[in-house]
């Protein structure tokens, strides 16, 4: 074990890996800061980089972003009251009341400091549950695997908006993408249709770069451009340490509810900083005073977000699952670095899995540096006009499809998925569970199809296993507690 | 236009979509294919097909059975998307016929005029400076190879 984590040392020193870090930290909290962009389309926006970067500086590019735009939503929650993320909305309640009193400075240190607790204490537990969930997946045979998928793919039904029938069937729609090219089991090509680039399938950074940015590019751009009213010039303030220690409760709560709800699937930041969010009002002892500039409101979303972060690596690292879709699009690059999540990542390449551990530490510490250092820098980045940002991100984007294999067809492919969206997200259907659908796909083909061949043909037989019928049970649990959720009245 | 117009028309768009292709699964070339399930290459999108094709039928009966309220079509939001998909599709046209720099500069030189930004001289400078900044930083530091010019000269 010391030996792993002496190369995963060496690994994480390199002058390389340590720019990517800081790179990606930035990028991510602009990013983050900026609303209306989001952690899918900062990951999409570097992910040209991340195919020129070797393996280590690639994965540490992607979860600065990541860290970085979870925590940067809360500067425009704060300065503005637009969360620069969903996972900010929350922080809003409690970080503009507090801004417009003239303490800015003191919520940016609130947010900053809880998004720091919050995502270490996610690494701890990235650290002690990925082992176990890897060690016990090793076992699991195609019957296993396949009602994994399937536990995995209610995350459709969480992510689904407003309508479950619209979500279900854009992550019907991402399963039939994934399905376009080559027959895993026998080679065939499938729905090519005489088009040689199809045969290779349609990529998921395409689909992604489509789906999220270009989509959200003309969404906004419907939406119409405003500007916004910037709360002037701020700092940033740690509040005295008595304070701290007045609240450690809230932290440490705010900490586990992220944590956990990270590893479940479908449920993200925005999930968890809310239900954070009431559970800190419902206890808090300083309750009546939440909504009105109260830290604890700040402690418990940002805190609670970016908890979610390290939580939503376990599943992504020890089963090859995404836990969102933020780690969907990671989960694809990740492959085409040649890591392949899973169990066999915990017994191929440990010193791998302790570097990427350890990325992950220094993300959030270098998060926290530049959110202390660079408050002024990053409230001036709101006053971007968005027309020129819009039109940056979709260069950005469009390279990012090009730079997977160097062809115009996936800019294409990006362009069409993108026109797509857009007019489809106008009519309330969602991108989320598309991309869930088009990462899940051709693995659930796999296991169902491998499945079949050991049992014959036979599908009773999957509930000969205890693992199997239980995933089965959980899968049907979660479904049917997402239709109750969604079709209750009120 | 009702506000239950948009489901109709995505949800007749899925359900001819679902049509083309579960006729394409009965085309020749699957023919050969094993007729066990888990041999056959069409077995599991059939299944994907039937489950969208329910999916879409259960979104247009539901659709059509709510009324929904008259909501007013916003035209000059459609018209600027409509200008901004239209860009951006000419963008990725021309960007193999002029390379990458030059698509770039005109693209970044028009999209924020469409989307209503009129500091000339800001624009200006953006559709200069970030095409040559991002050709240095992907093509010179980073070694990704970007679509050059097929027209004029090599990019």
């Known amino acids: 074990m010391l030996e792993n984590i002496w190369t995963a040392l060496g690994m994480l020193t390199s002058t390389a890996t340590l720019v990517a870090i800081i790179a990606g930290t930035a990028v991510g909290i602009v990013v983050g800061a900026l609303p209306g962009l989001g952690s899918v389309v900062g990951i999409t926006m570097v992910l040209p980089f991340t195919i020129a970067l070797p393996q280590l500086p690639s994965v540490a590019l992607m979860l600065g972003v990541y860290c970085g735009s979870v925590y940067g939503g809360s500067i425009s929650a704060i300065l503005i009251n637009t969360p620069g993320t969903p996972a900010s909305a929350a922080t809003c309640f409690d970080g503009y009341p507090m801004a417009r009193r003239g303490d800015a400075d003191l919520a940016l240190g609130w947010a900053t400091m809880a998004s720091l607790i919050g995502g270490v204490f996610s690494i701890i537990v990235l650290m002690i549950a990925a082992p176990q969930l890897a060690a016990l997946a090793v076992r699991f045979g195609p019957i296993e695997y396949f009602a994994l998928m399937m536990f995995a793919l209610t995350c459709i039904a969480t992510v689904s908006q407003d309508s479950l029938i619209k979500g279900v069937l854009m992550g019907v729609f991402g399963l039939f993408l994934g399905a376009i090219g080559p027959d895993p089991m026998s080679g065939d090509i499938r729905f090519d249709f005489n088009v040689f680039e199809l045969s290779a399938g349609i990529g998921l950074i395409p689909a992604v770069v489509g789906a999220f940015a270009l989509a959200e590019v003309f969404h906004r751009a419907a939406e119409g451009i405003s500007g916004v009213a910037v709360i002037g010039s701020v700092g940033f303030r ?89 780690t969907a699009v990671m989960l694809g690059s990740l492959v085409l670095q040649g890591v392949t999540p899973g169990p066999k990542l915990f017994q191929e390449n440990v010193a791998l899995v302790y570097a990427i551990l350890l990325c992950l530490l220094v993300v959030n510490l270098m998060m ?106 959980l899968t049907l649990l979660f479904a049917g507690k997402a239709v109750f959720a969604k079709t209750r009245p009120g | 236009m009702r506000q239950r117009t948009p489901d109709l028309i995505a949800a007749t768009a899925f359900l001819i979509g679902v049509a083309v292709m579960t006729w394409e699964t009965f085309s020749e070339i699957y023919l050969a294919s094993g007729q066990s399930y888990a041999h056959n290459a069409v077995f599991y999108p059939r299944i994907l097909l039937g489950v969208g094709a329910l999916l879409a039928l259960t979104l247009f009966v539901s659709a059509l059975s709510k009324r929904g309220a008259l909501v007013q079509v916003q035209t000059e939001r459609g018209k600027r998307v409509a200008a901004l998909a239209g860009v951006v599709s000419l963008y990725v046209i021309v960007m193999p016929l002029l390379g990458f720099l030059a698509a770039t500069i005109a693209f970044l030189a028009v999209a924020p005029v469409v989307l209503g930004y009129r500091r000339w001289l800001t624009v200006v400078c953006v559709a200069t400076l970030f095409p040559l900044a991002s050709w240095w930083l992907f093509v010179s530091f980073l070694k990704i190879p970007l679509p050059g010019a097929s027209v004029f000269w090599a990019g």
């Open chain 1, 238 to 326: 740690i509040a005295p340490l008595r304070e701290w220690l007045l609240r450690w409760k809230t932290v440490l709560k705010a900490s586990v509810i992220g944590s956990f709800i990270g590893i479940l699937p479908g449920t993200g930041a925005a999930t968890a900083s809310f239900i954070s969010y009431s559970e800190v009002k419902r206890t808090s002892p300083r309750r009546e005073r939440m909504g009105a500039g109260e830290p604890d409101g700040i402690i418990a979303s940002e805190a609670a977000n970016n908890a979610v972060t390290g939580g939503a690596l376990v599943p992504t690292l020890a089963l090859g699952i995404p836990g969102d879709p933020v």
């Open chain 1, 368 to 473: 926290a540096l530049m959110g202390a250092l660079g408050a002024r820098f990053f409230s001036r980045i709101l006053r971007i006009p968005e027309p020129l940002l819009l039109s940056m991100v979709t260069v950005l984007a469009l390279v990012g499809a090009y730079g997977v294999n160097n062809r115009m067809f996936d800019v294409l492919v990006a362009l069409i998925i993108g026109i797509v969206m857009a007019l489809l997200r106008f009519a309330g259907f969602s991108a989320a569970p598309m991309v869930i659908g088009l990462v899940l796909g051709p693995l659930l083909e796999e296991k169902l199809r491998q499945a079949l061949i050991i049992t014959d043909g036979n599908f009773l037989v999957f509930f000969a296993s205890p693992a199997a019928s239980l995933l089965f049970l």
